[in-house]
């Protein structure tokens, strides 16, 4: 079962049928969000302050990205759901956005903070 904050492969098997899409390099991380949800708004705060490059969709607006939840978040319509590459989080802290960009999306990484904002030493806890 995917509970908050878990971390699960893309290609896991789901509903007896496996993903066999390839995997591409990402321009973006995929964030899952609905209106309203105030964890979405924290985690998409945090990430838009450090740079990271989001593709936001809807689960509301597209029937489509409400399934593409659903298939990572155990068949609930649970947000933020975030895929990078091969992982996906439902839930997740900024934290373990920004460890699945170091390994699925290096690119995507953000340079450091001016050190004026410390924003990345407190989202990593350093």
Known sequence: M?????VSSVREVVGGVTDSTPTQTPDAITFYWRPGCGFCMMLDRKLTKLGIP????NIWDDPEHAATVRTHA??????????????AMVNPPAAAVLAAIRTEAPHLEPDEPSAESGLL???LGR
Do not use: A, Q, S, W
């Not at 995917?2 to 878990?6: D, H, I, P, Q, R």
């Not at 989001?54 to 969709?57: E, I, N, P, S, V």
């Not at 155990?74 to 759901?81: A, K, M, N, S």
């Open 54 to 57: 989001m593709d936001k969709r």
């Open 2 to 6: 995917l509970g908050v904050g878990n």
């Open 121 to 123: 030493d407190r989202v």
């Open 74 to 87: 155990d068949g609930t319509e649970t947000v933020p759901t975030v895929v990078i590459g091969d992982v």
